[in-house]
């Protein structure tokens, strides 16, 4: 990554066209889009600094979440623009709490957005989401929620990986399984349709220095994110799908 995503969170992909990738870094608010495997970054500054997390891009809209919750969303032609002033805010349409996990699918236009750490799960092995549908001018409506039931993490993977905080999550589009990445775990899981884990797989710190990002293209393809550090830098990790 350019030294500029050193702190690169969330990334996407518009209709799993892997040509661009989408992404942003935890401090700014700006979006960022690339030719993947190049340097050659664009930026299109939508808002104040602050702590985003996650990105998706779907429906002809970038839509960015920042850690309490809050949404931004704004035409994806204005990253044609350094700045953009079009920009939709949407605040207090899911609980209090803490988010780093969002995915948009294209198909529906229903957003995904799953808690980190959230109230309403303290004390419990859930991680709860919450389900909203992309209007046609950039705002949401809500339209449901889910649960991912994680006491089978530390199980799967013979280590004991305390709570589950997600930090962001994907749909293959292949086969509709979820994929959820946990950079303080250390885990990627994946789930069914429905949210019930099938698989967990440890994340080596010697590949993975600070997985924050998710997104698969078109052809199944999986691709990871990692922060920085004084010793690495950011980077995106792509790993190829091969059939069953």
Known sequence: ?????????????????????????????????????????????????????????????????KSNGTLYSFPLSETAKPETTNVIETKNLIPKGEYEGMFGDETTGQVYVLCKQCGVDKGTKKNSGYILTLQS????????????????????????????????LAMNPLTKEWYIVSSINKALVVTDANWKIK?????????????????????????????GSETQVGNILRFDYKKP
């Open 1 to 65: 990554m350019p030294d500029i995503l050193q702190e690169i969170s969330g990334i996407a992909f518009n209709k799993g066209d892997n040509k661009i990738v989408y992404a942003e870094m935890d401090e700014d608010g700006s979006l960022f889009s690339l030719p993947l495997g190049t340097k050659d970054e664009k930026v299109t500054k939508f808002g104040k600094k602050g702590d985003y997390e996650d990105v998706s891009i779907i429906k002809g809209w970038a839509i960015l979440l």
């Open 137 to 168: 001018d950039g705002s949401f409506k809500s339209t449901g929620t889910f649960s991912t039931d994680v006491s089978q993490v530390d199980k799967l993977t013979g280590k004991k990986k305390g709570t589950f905080h997600p930090s962001a």
């Open 199 to 227: 698989n967990v797989y440890h994340l080596s710190s010697n590949i993975f220095n600070q997985p924050e990002g998710i997104a698969f293209d078109a052809a199944g393809n999986l691709y990871i994110s990692n922060e």
